[in-house]
């Protein structure tokens, strides 16, 4: 089984329909997915609550209670969790020695990026990121096309020296679908085929699959 977290100390940036548009893309794929919803707004548990039943199916986790981290079905091949918000270093360490990648999504604002500088500085503090055992992937969110905001985004990914694996644009079809339990990947017609495209880079990363997604 491959873990991969998405986790940002700011509160906002999209973790959650981050973690169900990668749940989602997996479960249409064939591999058999579950989603952990480590946030007490639990959003994933509610928006795995209305998915319908001829949707791939994807196994829903209540990890809330620091007790049940780590508790997954034994057949999932991949599991996605959806961090709380406002995790530093020390409250996410929990969820990421369970972690083999750490998905990173921030917007192109101030306040994300001076968060998510400072969460890269408190996951540096944990012994198993130091080590070089979990992956690391920034994942620009919301971004508007030819907005100014994006030149202060992409300065900040040079300052670090490190690049994000995709750029994810604003689209109205993200909160549409996830208020009916369902993800940009769950719907075959071709107008959303330009919106999974951006994610390629992203399951490029976490999965090696060579064959076609879309």
Same mark, same amino acid.
């Given at each position: ?8 100390? &700011? ?7 981050t973690a ?29 609550? $209305? ?6 199916? #994807?196994?829903?986790?209540?990890w809330?209670?620091? +007790? ?9 091949e ?11 270093? &020390? ?7 369970e972690a $083999? ?9 101030f ?10 500085? $408190?996951?540096?503090? #944990? ?5 070089g +055992?979990?992956? #690391?992937l920034?994942l ?68 090696d ?5 879309f």
């Amino acid at each position: 089984m491959k873990t991969i977290l998405v986790a940002n100390q &700011k509160g906002g940036c999209g973790k959650t329909i981050t973690a169900i548009s990668l749940a989602s893309a997996l479960a249409e794929k064939g591999y058999k997915v579950a989603l952990a919803d480590a946030d007490n707004q639990k959003s994933a548990l509610q928006w795995l609550k $209305h998915r319908p039943e001829d949707a791939a199916p #994807i196994q829903s986790l209540d990890w809330r209670d620091s +007790k049940s981290i780590g508790d997954v079905p034994k057949n999932i091949e991949y599991l996605i969790i959806d961090a709380p918000g406002a995790s530093t270093g &020390k409250q996410a360490e929990p969820l990421i020695s369970e972690a $083999h990648a750490i998905i990173v999504p921030l917007q192109p604002s101030f306040f994300d990026i001076d968060s998510t500088r400072r969460f890269l500085k $408190h996951l540096q503090n #944990i012994k198993r990121i130091r080590k070089g +055992k979990v992956q #690391i992937l920034l994942l620009a969110n919301r971004i508007r096309p030819n907005a100014a905001s994006n030149q202060e985004i992409q300065q900040f990914f040079d300052r670090i020296d490190q690049q994000p694996v995709a750029w994810i644009t604003e689209r109205t079809p993200y909160g549409r679908l996830a208020m009916q339990g369902l993800a940009i990947f769950d719907k075959p017609q071709k107008m959303y085929r330009e919106l999974q495209l951006q994610w390629q880079p992203v399951l490029n990363a976490i999965i090696d699959d060579p064959t076609e997604w879309f």
